[in-house]
């Protein structure tokens, strides 16, 4: 089992940053590639942003985060991060962390995090 904590949203004006994290425990998820998710109200989940496992590695974004949000991880801490900045009102929803595998021959996502609100005010 794999339990994924994320913290870091809060309430922030328009043009202003925040830093998500998401904690992994259980067991390590070094060796994956992790996503965030978002999900507005009255919206479906949306695919944000993706890393793969090795430090350092590929990065994936959804066009209406690129150029402003990055994500990151350190393995040693079990840890992926999503730096957004220059945020807009448009970007508040409810964010999730992801972890990506493969099942039945395809990549999904088996282990999700509760959830952290990001509000952004005009």
């Known amino acids: 089992q794999v339990q994924l904590v994320e913290s870091g949203g809060g309430l922030v004006q328009a043009g202003g940053s925040l830093r998500l994290s998401c904690a992994a425990s259980g067991r390590t998820v070094s060796t994956y590639a992790m996503g965030w998710f978002r999900q507005a109200p009255g919206k479906e989940r949306e695919f944000v942003a993706r890393i793969n496992y090795w430090s350092g590695g590929s990065t994936y974004y959804a066009d209406s985060v690129k150029g402003r949000f990055t994500i990151s991880r350190d393995n040693a801490k079990n840890t992926v991060y999503l730096q957004m900045n220059s945020l807009k009102p448009e970007d508040t929803a409810i964010y999730y962390c992801?972890?990506?595998?493969?099942?039945?021959?395809?990549?999904?996502?088996?282990?999700w995090g509760q959830g952290t609100q990001v509000t952004v005010s005009s």
């Open positions: 992801a972890r990506r595998t493969v099942v039945a021959g395809s990549y999904d996502y088996d282990y």
